[in-house]
């Protein structure tokens, strides 16, 4: 009888020693676990922060993405354009007058009433829907019809605080690509770039002015500006625009 007792005894010894190896084996597995459950935690919390790190990050190059398409936007349509149709001194000299006048009115901003797409007079528009519907059918690439907006609006409200650099670039654009009114578009950009010598419109608005220049035949004058990017901003997307026009002027001038 003793020795069944002392094997039973021996049975819950090595059962409980079992026991006790299978909790501190559950525990060690359990901390394994839990300490692989925290690392998962917080390499997860750290991607998560840098995701909006990156993702704000992302929002700012999206919008400095944005401000700089706008502004080469305007690029663009040159470098398209004179990449496939460079226009010759001959053509542009046989263009018609850029302006009709009209006694009552300032010249540089008139327009034949047959022609006049605003009609002021008839509608009283606001400031506000005028400028609207010169970005409007500025984006919708009606060049006349907004340059008119434009220019109707810089007519009839001179002083008004929304007559920037921005929107004198724009009106001046507007009116180049137009094809009618170069008073209008030197006018603009001549204000823009005397009043804002600052502006991030600069360059773009003596390209402008350059081209209308060469339009207008006025090839002393193109020049002068094309010298300006030549000494200094040659490694910019105006003088891409205009360097195939200098090269041809020197050549034709023998100037270096």
Not at 14 to 35: H, M, P, V, W
Not at 157 to 175: C, K, M, S, T, Y
């Amino acid at each position: 009888m003793k020795w069944i007792k002392s094997r039973n005894l021996s049975l819950l010894i090595l059962a409980g020693t079992a026991i006790s190896l299978n909790s501190c084996e559950s525990i060690e597995r359990f901390e394994a676990k839990a300490e692989k459950i925290n690392r998962y935690e917080r390499v997860s919390l750290h991607l998560s922060k840098e995701n909006r790190d990156l993702k704000a990050q992302i929002g700012r190059l999206q919008d400095q993405v944005q401000v700089l398409k706008s502004e080469k936007n305007f690029l663009q349509i040159k470098l398209d354009k004179y990449a496939g149709d460079k226009p010759t001194m001959a053509s542009v000299k046989s263009s018609p007058s850029s302006s009709r006048s009209i006694a009552s009115v300032a010249p540089k901003f008139s327009v034949a009433p047959s022609q006049d797409l605003v009609k002021f007079d008839v509608y009283k528009w606001t400031p506000s829907q005028i400028l609207a519907m010169a970005e409007k059918e500025f984006e919708a690439k009606n060049y006349e019809k907004s340059a008119q907006f434009f220019t109707t609006f810089s007519h009839q409200f001179p002083g008004h605080e929304r007559i920037n650099d921005a929107f004198l670039f724009q009106a001046g654009v507007a009116a180049y690509e137009s094809g009618k009114h170069q008073d209008w578009t030197l006018s603009h950009l001549e204000k823009l770039v005397q009043e804002y010598p600052t502006s991030k419109y600069y360059r773009g608005a003596k390209l402008w002015m350059a081209l209308t220049y060469l339009e207008q035949g006025k090839e002393s004058k193109f020049f002068h500006t094309v010298e300006e990017f030549r000494k200094k901003y040659r490694n910019t997307d105006e003088w891409k625009v205009l360097s195939p026009h200098y090269e041809k002027i020197v050549q034709k001038y023998k100037r270096n």
